[in-house]
């Protein structure tokens, strides 16, 4: 049974930075490509970063390139998004999923809680 379990976001002013965690369960899916997704207020979720199996490489949305920085620790199920220089834009409520790589389609669709990074001016 797939768990997903975010954590780590909050409400930081513009130029901070946060770093979320995700703590993936789910087997055999453990060591899969896996991805960021967020969802701002008012429209659909969409992809932010994914990063694939070891040797890891990395993929982000143009928006985040330079400011926000995948990683993974195998060991603990864990994977995080270190976000700096936040901007109001990144207003969101960030998801992880596992994912296919390169192109980052979801491959559960049981998604966590999310957790909720509010970037203020």
């Known amino acids: 049974q797939v768990q997903l379990v975010e954590s780590g976001g909050g409400l930081v002013q513009t130029g901070g930075s946060l770093r979320l965690s995700c703590v993936h369960s789910g087997g055999s899916f453990n060591l899969l490509p896996m991805g960021w997704f967020r969802h701002p207020p008012g429209e659909k979720r969409e992809f932010v970063a994914a990063i694939s199996r070891e040797p890891s490489t990395s993929s982000y949305v143009d928006s985040v390139k330079g400011r926000f920085t995948i990683s993974r620790d195998d060991e603990k199920n864990t994977v995080y998004l270190q976000m700096n220089n936040l901007k109001p834009e990144d207003t969101a409520v960030y998801y992880c999923?596992?994912?296919?790589?390169?192109?980052?389609?979801?491959?559960?669709?049981?998604w966590g809680q999310g957790t909720q990074v509010t970037v203020s001016s």
């Open positions: 999923n596992f994912v296919k790589w390169p192109d980052a389609q979801v491959i559960s669709e049981i």
